[in-house]
């Protein structure tokens, strides 16, 4: 079992930026391949990126390619996402989700590759 518990959304206006935490807890943090997703209200739960279990490799949806950085501190047991140049479009509930499996990051982008998940962060952008 992972616990994961994010941290650091509000509100941003747009062209600005926010970093959200990913705090995880339990089993080796290491061991599992990060990733982003978000919510905005009656939309889907889509994919934002990812990170392998180094940080080495990060893959990225093209909305957010060039403005967004996972990275992933493992001594800490934490994963960020840090959102620059952000956009009203980018609304959303933040969420941080883990995967055990073993694949390339660039093919783990759908919610149901992913095992445990966190409580969200809600990020708000104003025009």
């Known amino acids: 079992q992972v616990q994961l518990v994010e941290s650091g959304g509000g509100l941003v206006q747009a062209g600005g930026s926010l970093r959200l935490s990913c705090a995880a807890s339990?089993?080796?943090?290491?061991?599992?391949?990060m990733g982003w997703f978000r919510q905005a209200p009656g939309k889907e739960r889509e994919f934002v990126g990812n990170?392998?279990?180094?940080?080495?490799?990060?893959s990225y949806a093209d909305l957010v390619k060039g403005r967004f950085t996972i990275s992933r501190d493992n001594a800490k047991n934490t994963v960020y996402l840090q959102m620059s140049s952000l956009k009203p479009e980018d609304t959303a509930v933040y969420y941080c989700?883990?995967?055990?499996?073993?694949?390339?990051?660039?093919?783990?982008?759908?919610?149901?590759?992913?095992?445990?998940w966190g409580q969200g962060a809600q990020v708000t952008v104003s025009s």
């Open positions: 989700a883990a995967t055990s499996k073993h694949a390339l990051i660039a093919v783990l982008l759908s919610v149901s590759d992913y095992d445990y």
């Open positions: 339990g089993r080796t943090f290491s061991a599992y391949a």
């Open positions: 990170i392998n279990w180094s940080g080495a490799s990060t």
